[in-house]
Protein backbone atom coordinates (compact mmCIF):
# COMPACT_ATOMS: atom_id res chain seq x y z
CA UNK A 1 0.00 0.00 0.00
CA UNK A 2 1.26 3.85 -0.41
CA UNK A 3 2.29 5.49 2.17
CA UNK A 4 0.80 9.12 2.01
CA UNK A 5 3.52 10.69 4.81
CA UNK A 6 6.81 12.65 3.04
CA UNK A 7 10.16 11.94 5.29
CA UNK A 8 13.26 14.04 5.16
CA UNK A 9 16.50 12.86 5.48
CA UNK A 10 19.57 14.71 6.36
CA UNK A 11 23.32 13.87 6.30
CA UNK A 12 26.58 15.63 6.02
CA UNK A 13 29.10 12.99 5.63
CA UNK A 14 33.06 12.88 5.84
CA UNK A 15 33.89 15.74 3.01
CA UNK A 16 32.12 18.10 5.69
CA UNK A 17 31.10 20.80 2.32
CA UNK A 18 27.38 20.82 3.49
CA UNK A 19 24.17 19.47 4.16
CA UNK A 20 22.66 16.77 1.45
CA UNK A 21 18.79 16.64 1.67
CA UNK A 22 16.51 14.35 0.14
CA UNK A 23 12.22 14.61 0.12
CA UNK A 24 11.14 10.57 0.05
CA UNK A 25 7.75 9.87 0.28
CA UNK A 26 6.78 5.71 -0.79
CA UNK A 27 4.98 3.68 -2.56
CA UNK A 28 4.22 -0.07 -1.91
CA UNK A 29 7.47 0.26 0.86
CA UNK A 30 9.87 1.67 -1.78
CA UNK A 31 11.18 5.40 -1.85
CA UNK A 32 10.89 7.39 -4.38
CA UNK A 33 13.07 10.74 -3.90
CA UNK A 34 10.59 13.58 -4.67
CA UNK A 35 13.17 16.18 -3.93
CA UNK A 36 16.44 17.20 -2.71
CA UNK A 37 18.99 19.69 -2.35
CA UNK A 38 22.52 20.48 -0.95
CA UNK A 39 22.92 23.75 1.28
CA UNK A 40 26.94 24.05 1.94
CA UNK A 41 28.25 25.19 5.33
CA UNK A 42 28.92 28.99 5.57
CA UNK A 43 32.83 29.40 5.27
CA UNK A 44 33.59 30.21 9.22
CA UNK A 45 31.40 27.36 10.25
CA UNK A 46 33.29 24.55 7.75
CA UNK A 47 36.47 26.87 8.53
CA UNK A 48 36.17 25.37 12.51
CA UNK A 49 34.95 22.30 11.71
CA UNK A 50 37.63 21.21 9.90
CA UNK A 51 39.86 22.80 12.92
CA UNK A 52 37.65 20.13 15.24
CA UNK A 53 38.39 17.24 13.30
CA UNK A 54 41.44 17.90 11.47
CA UNK A 55 43.66 16.56 14.29
CA UNK A 56 42.66 13.71 14.41
CA UNK A 57 42.10 12.71 17.71
CA UNK A 58 38.85 12.97 20.15
CA UNK A 59 37.43 16.83 19.91
CA UNK A 60 37.55 18.23 23.47
CA UNK A 61 33.96 18.19 25.14
CA UNK A 62 33.59 22.17 25.01
CA UNK A 63 34.56 22.56 21.29
CA UNK A 64 32.22 20.24 20.74
CA UNK A 65 29.39 21.92 22.96
CA UNK A 66 30.38 25.12 20.86
CA UNK A 67 29.32 23.54 17.38
CA UNK A 68 26.62 21.45 18.05
CA UNK A 69 23.80 23.75 18.43
CA UNK A 70 24.91 25.41 15.55
CA UNK A 71 25.78 22.98 13.06
CA UNK A 72 22.00 21.49 14.23
CA UNK A 73 20.90 25.14 13.08
CA UNK A 74 22.41 24.63 9.41
CA UNK A 75 20.76 21.35 9.58
CA UNK A 76 17.12 23.00 10.58
CA UNK A 77 17.85 25.39 7.65
CA UNK A 78 18.66 22.97 5.28
CA UNK A 79 15.17 20.51 6.02
CA UNK A 80 13.29 24.56 5.65
CA UNK A 81 14.75 25.16 2.39
CA UNK A 82 13.63 21.76 1.27
CA UNK A 83 9.89 21.87 1.98
CA UNK A 84 10.06 25.38 0.32
CA UNK A 85 11.67 24.40 -2.47
CA UNK A 86 8.82 21.39 -2.78
CA UNK A 87 6.36 23.92 -2.29
CA UNK A 88 5.17 21.99 1.14
CA UNK A 89 4.35 23.00 4.66
CA UNK A 90 6.02 21.13 7.33
CA UNK A 91 2.63 19.12 8.81
CA UNK A 92 3.80 17.16 4.95
CA UNK A 93 5.97 15.57 6.62
CA UNK A 94 6.07 12.54 8.76
CA UNK A 95 9.88 13.00 10.49
CA UNK A 96 13.17 13.55 9.40
CA UNK A 97 15.97 11.63 9.63
CA UNK A 98 19.04 13.21 10.41
CA UNK A 99 22.42 11.88 10.47
CA UNK A 100 24.12 14.95 11.67
CA UNK A 101 27.84 15.43 11.34
CA UNK A 102 29.70 12.47 12.61
CA UNK A 103 33.14 14.54 14.21
CA UNK A 104 34.71 10.82 15.82
CA UNK A 105 33.99 7.18 14.88
CA UNK A 106 35.99 4.81 17.84
CA UNK A 107 33.70 1.73 17.72
CA UNK A 108 37.08 -0.09 18.72
CA UNK A 109 38.43 2.08 21.61
CA UNK A 110 38.09 0.84 25.40
CA UNK A 111 34.77 2.91 25.33
CA UNK A 112 33.15 2.46 21.82
CA UNK A 113 31.42 5.76 20.86
CA UNK A 114 30.46 7.43 17.45
CA UNK A 115 29.53 11.22 17.90
CA UNK A 116 27.70 13.45 15.48
CA UNK A 117 26.98 16.91 16.01
CA UNK A 118 23.69 18.35 15.48
CA UNK A 119 21.31 17.78 18.42
CA UNK A 120 17.82 16.68 16.93
CA UNK A 121 16.25 17.92 19.92
CA UNK A 122 17.19 21.61 18.15
CA UNK A 123 16.38 20.25 15.01
CA UNK A 124 12.61 19.49 15.73
CA UNK A 125 12.51 22.52 17.48
CA UNK A 126 13.59 24.68 14.49
CA UNK A 127 11.20 22.82 11.83
CA UNK A 128 8.49 21.59 14.08
CA UNK A 129 8.96 18.32 13.01
CA UNK A 130 9.45 15.36 14.69
CA UNK A 131 13.27 14.24 14.07
CA UNK A 132 14.82 10.90 14.52
CA UNK A 133 19.08 11.05 15.48
CA UNK A 134 21.52 9.37 17.15
CA UNK A 135 21.41 6.16 14.87
CA UNK A 136 24.18 4.30 15.77
CA UNK A 137 24.18 4.44 19.74
CA UNK A 138 21.92 1.15 19.60
CA UNK A 139 23.78 -0.76 17.47
CA UNK A 140 27.16 0.27 19.47
CA UNK A 141 25.15 -0.39 22.54
CA UNK A 142 25.19 -3.82 21.39
CA UNK A 143 28.42 -4.16 21.02
CA UNK A 144 28.35 -3.77 17.03
CA UNK A 145 30.34 -1.09 14.94
CA UNK A 146 27.56 1.54 14.71
CA UNK A 147 28.44 1.21 10.76
CA UNK A 148 27.83 0.99 8.28
CA UNK A 149 24.04 1.02 8.17
CA UNK A 150 23.67 1.62 4.41
CA UNK A 151 23.16 -2.03 3.60
CA UNK A 152 19.98 -2.49 5.53
CA UNK A 153 18.49 0.00 2.79
CA UNK A 154 20.37 -1.26 -0.28
CA UNK A 155 18.99 -4.75 0.56
CA UNK A 156 15.72 -3.38 0.51
CA UNK A 157 16.55 -1.51 -2.98
CA UNK A 158 18.95 -3.51 -5.12
CA UNK A 159 17.93 -7.60 -4.38
CA UNK A 160 19.56 -9.21 -6.86
CA UNK A 161 17.22 -12.01 -9.14
CA UNK A 162 20.11 -14.22 -8.70
CA UNK A 163 24.09 -14.83 -7.03
CA UNK A 164 25.19 -11.40 -5.02
CA UNK A 165 25.24 -8.24 -5.98
CA UNK A 166 27.85 -5.69 -4.37
CA UNK A 167 26.63 -2.04 -3.60
CA UNK A 168 29.56 0.58 -3.21
CA UNK A 169 29.04 3.89 -1.66
CA UNK A 170 32.39 5.98 -2.31
CA UNK A 171 31.81 8.98 0.12
CA UNK A 172 34.57 10.04 2.38
CA UNK A 173 34.91 6.21 3.21
CA UNK A 174 34.29 3.40 0.83
CA UNK A 175 32.36 0.75 2.10
CA UNK A 176 30.20 -2.12 0.44
CA UNK A 177 27.10 -4.25 1.00
CA UNK A 178 26.62 -7.58 -0.09
CA UNK A 179 23.33 -8.97 -0.92
CA UNK A 180 22.42 -11.97 -1.95
CA UNK A 181 18.98 -13.16 -3.95
CA UNK A 182 17.49 -14.38 -0.95
CA UNK A 183 17.35 -11.10 1.12
CA UNK A 184 20.53 -11.87 2.93
CA UNK A 185 22.89 -8.88 3.45
CA UNK A 186 26.41 -8.14 4.91
CA UNK A 187 28.57 -5.33 4.68
CA UNK A 188 31.42 -3.31 5.75
CA UNK A 189 33.74 -0.32 5.08
CA UNK A 190 36.93 -0.91 2.42
CA UNK A 191 39.07 1.85 3.74
CA UNK A 192 39.32 5.33 2.27
CA UNK A 193 37.33 6.05 -0.55
CA UNK A 194 37.81 10.70 -1.08
CA UNK A 195 38.87 11.31 2.49
CA UNK A 196 42.81 11.42 1.76
CA UNK A 197 42.49 12.47 -2.28
CA UNK A 198 40.34 14.96 -0.98
CA UNK A 199 43.09 16.08 2.33
CA UNK A 200 45.63 16.10 -0.05
CA UNK A 201 44.69 18.42 -2.80
CA UNK A 202 43.41 20.94 -0.45
CA UNK A 203 47.18 20.75 0.63
CA UNK A 204 48.97 20.82 -2.43
CA UNK A 205 46.07 22.69 -4.56
CA UNK A 206 44.15 24.60 -2.34
CA UNK A 207 41.20 22.96 -3.97
CA UNK A 208 38.08 21.18 -1.95
CA UNK A 209 38.78 18.18 -4.38
CA UNK A 210 39.96 16.42 -7.10
CA UNK A 211 37.15 17.65 -9.64
CA UNK A 212 37.04 14.18 -11.76
CA UNK A 213 40.26 13.00 -10.70
CA UNK A 214 41.72 14.83 -13.38
CA UNK A 215 45.06 15.78 -11.51
CA UNK A 216 44.98 12.08 -9.88
CA UNK A 217 45.04 11.53 -13.70
CA UNK A 218 47.76 12.58 -14.88
CA UNK A 219 50.16 11.37 -12.39
CA UNK A 220 52.03 8.49 -11.71
CA UNK A 221 51.40 5.71 -9.17
CA UNK A 222 54.53 5.17 -7.08
CA UNK A 223 54.50 1.30 -6.25
CA UNK A 224 56.45 1.74 -3.30
CA UNK A 225 54.32 4.22 -1.58
CA UNK A 226 51.25 1.48 -2.49
CA UNK A 227 53.07 -1.37 -1.28
CA UNK A 228 53.78 1.06 1.86
CA UNK A 229 49.99 2.09 2.45
CA UNK A 230 48.78 -1.71 1.29
CA UNK A 231 50.66 -3.49 4.35
CA UNK A 232 48.41 -1.59 6.92
CA UNK A 233 47.04 -4.30 8.93
CA UNK A 234 43.60 -2.67 9.18
CA UNK A 235 43.15 -3.59 5.54
CA UNK A 236 43.61 -7.27 6.59
CA UNK A 237 40.94 -7.04 9.08
CA UNK A 238 38.14 -9.04 8.84
CA UNK A 239 34.55 -7.64 8.77
CA UNK A 240 32.97 -6.86 10.65
CA UNK A 241 34.47 -3.22 10.56
CA UNK A 242 34.04 0.56 10.12
CA UNK A 243 36.77 3.62 10.11
CA UNK A 244 36.35 6.93 9.10
CA UNK A 245 39.10 10.07 9.04
CA UNK A 246 40.14 9.17 12.81
CA UNK A 247 42.40 6.82 11.10
CA UNK A 248 43.13 7.73 7.29
CA UNK A 249 43.81 10.76 7.54
CA UNK A 250 46.78 13.15 6.31
CA UNK A 251 49.21 11.85 9.34
CA UNK A 252 48.50 8.30 8.24
CA UNK A 253 49.67 9.01 5.12
CA UNK A 254 52.89 10.94 5.93
CA UNK A 255 53.96 8.15 8.45
CA UNK A 256 54.06 5.93 5.35
CA UNK A 257 55.88 8.00 2.93
CA UNK A 258 59.26 6.87 1.50
CA UNK A 259 62.12 9.09 2.80
CA UNK A 260 62.96 10.25 -1.24
CA UNK A 261 60.72 12.88 -2.44
CA UNK A 262 57.78 12.12 -4.48
CA UNK A 263 55.79 14.70 -6.97
CA UNK A 264 52.65 15.56 -5.26
CA UNK A 265 50.37 14.78 -8.43
CA UNK A 266 51.93 11.07 -7.77
CA UNK A 267 50.53 11.07 -4.27
CA UNK A 268 47.61 11.38 -5.45
CA UNK A 269 47.62 9.00 -8.74
CA UNK A 270 48.68 6.64 -5.41
CA UNK A 271 46.19 7.43 -3.56
CA UNK A 272 43.83 6.98 -6.02
CA UNK A 273 45.05 3.18 -6.48
CA UNK A 274 44.75 2.80 -3.13
CA UNK A 275 41.50 3.07 -2.97
CA UNK A 276 40.78 1.05 -6.55
CA UNK A 277 42.86 -1.50 -4.97
CA UNK A 278 41.34 -2.22 -1.51
CA UNK A 279 37.95 -2.23 -2.77
CA UNK A 280 38.16 -4.76 -5.41
CA UNK A 281 40.17 -6.63 -3.07
CA UNK A 282 37.05 -6.82 -0.62
CA UNK A 283 34.76 -7.52 -3.58
CA UNK A 284 36.35 -10.11 -5.60
CA UNK A 285 36.06 -12.91 -2.84
CA UNK A 286 31.89 -12.24 -3.01
CA UNK A 287 32.18 -12.93 -6.96
CA UNK A 288 29.65 -10.75 -7.26
CA UNK A 289 27.13 -10.94 -10.37
CA UNK A 290 27.36 -6.75 -10.84
CA UNK A 291 28.57 -3.49 -8.83
CA UNK A 292 26.04 -0.65 -8.44
CA UNK A 293 28.12 2.34 -7.64
CA UNK A 294 27.04 5.30 -5.15
CA UNK A 295 28.30 8.22 -3.75
CA UNK A 296 30.20 11.10 -4.36
CA UNK A 297 32.89 9.05 -5.66
CA UNK A 298 30.88 8.22 -8.58
CA UNK A 299 32.22 11.54 -10.87
CA UNK A 300 35.16 10.81 -9.97
CA UNK A 301 36.20 9.94 -13.61
CA UNK A 302 39.75 8.77 -12.72
CA UNK A 303 39.03 6.73 -9.83
CA UNK A 304 36.01 5.20 -11.50
CA UNK A 305 38.12 3.74 -14.25
CA UNK A 306 40.81 2.48 -12.09
CA UNK A 307 38.14 0.39 -10.68
CA UNK A 308 36.71 -0.91 -14.26
CA UNK A 309 40.25 -1.79 -14.85
CA UNK A 310 41.14 -3.89 -11.39
CA UNK A 311 37.42 -5.43 -11.37
CA UNK A 312 37.92 -6.65 -14.78
CA UNK A 313 34.70 -8.92 -15.89
CA UNK A 314 32.53 -7.44 -13.09
CA UNK A 315 30.03 -5.12 -14.35
CA UNK A 316 30.11 -2.04 -12.80
CA UNK A 317 26.63 0.32 -12.82
CA UNK A 318 24.96 2.59 -11.15
CA UNK A 319 22.35 2.92 -8.32
CA UNK A 320 20.51 5.48 -11.09
CA UNK A 321 19.91 2.38 -13.34
CA UNK A 322 17.66 1.24 -10.64
CA UNK A 323 15.84 4.58 -9.76
CA UNK A 324 17.85 6.21 -7.00
CA UNK A 325 20.14 8.76 -7.83
CA UNK A 326 23.68 8.16 -6.49
CA UNK A 327 24.38 11.52 -5.01
CA UNK A 328 21.26 10.72 -2.82
CA UNK A 329 21.16 7.46 -1.36
CA UNK A 330 23.03 8.41 1.74
CA UNK A 331 20.40 10.73 2.22
CA UNK A 332 17.89 8.84 1.46
CA UNK A 333 18.57 6.04 3.94
CA UNK A 334 18.04 8.24 7.09
CA UNK A 335 14.70 9.06 5.84
CA UNK A 336 14.16 5.79 5.25
CA UNK A 337 15.38 4.78 9.11
CA UNK A 338 13.66 7.63 10.42
CA UNK A 339 10.10 5.43 9.09
CA UNK A 340 11.19 2.12 10.47
CA UNK A 341 12.05 4.45 13.84
CA UNK A 342 8.70 5.35 14.39
CA UNK A 343 6.60 2.10 13.01
CA UNK A 344 8.89 0.57 15.82
CA UNK A 345 10.70 -1.94 13.79
CA UNK A 346 13.92 -3.30 14.95
CA UNK A 347 17.17 -3.94 12.51
CA UNK A 348 18.79 -6.82 12.22
CA UNK A 349 22.51 -5.41 12.12
CA UNK A 350 24.41 -8.68 13.55
CA UNK A 351 26.00 -9.62 10.09
CA UNK A 352 26.70 -6.15 8.87
CA UNK A 353 27.92 -4.49 12.24
CA UNK A 354 29.08 -7.40 14.92
CA UNK A 355 26.04 -6.06 17.22
CA UNK A 356 24.30 -8.89 19.56
CA UNK A 357 21.13 -8.63 18.37
CA UNK A 358 18.65 -6.66 16.58
CA UNK A 359 18.76 -3.04 17.54
CA UNK A 360 15.62 -0.12 17.68
CA UNK A 361 18.07 2.39 15.67
CA UNK A 362 17.42 6.52 17.04
CA UNK A 363 16.30 8.74 19.23
CA UNK A 364 12.97 10.51 18.66
CA UNK A 365 13.10 14.18 19.66
CA UNK A 366 9.31 15.71 18.87
CA UNK A 367 9.02 19.42 18.28
CA UNK A 368 7.48 21.28 21.34
CA UNK A 369 3.63 21.30 21.47
CA UNK A 370 1.75 24.62 20.64
CA UNK A 371 -0.39 25.37 22.86
Request: aromatic fraction near 6%.
Amino acid sequence: MNDPSLYIGLISGTSRDGVDAALLGFERDRPVIRSTLCLPYPASLAERLERLVGLGKRPADEAMRRLDSEIAGHFADTALLLLRTAGLQANAVAAIGSHGQTVWHDPDGPCPESIQLGQPAAIAGQTGIATVGDFRQADIDAGGQGAPLAPLLHRALFRPERGKRIVLNLGGIANISIIDDQGGVTGFDTGPANCLLDAWIRTQQAEAFDRSGDWAAGGEVDRELVQSLLRDSWFARPAPKSTGIEYFNLEWLQQRMPVRPLAARDIQATLAELTALTVTAAVRPHEPVDVLLCGGGVHNTDLVRRLRRHLGDVPLRSTGDFGIDPDWVEAALFAWLARERLAGRKQDTRAITGARETVLLGTVASPPSVE
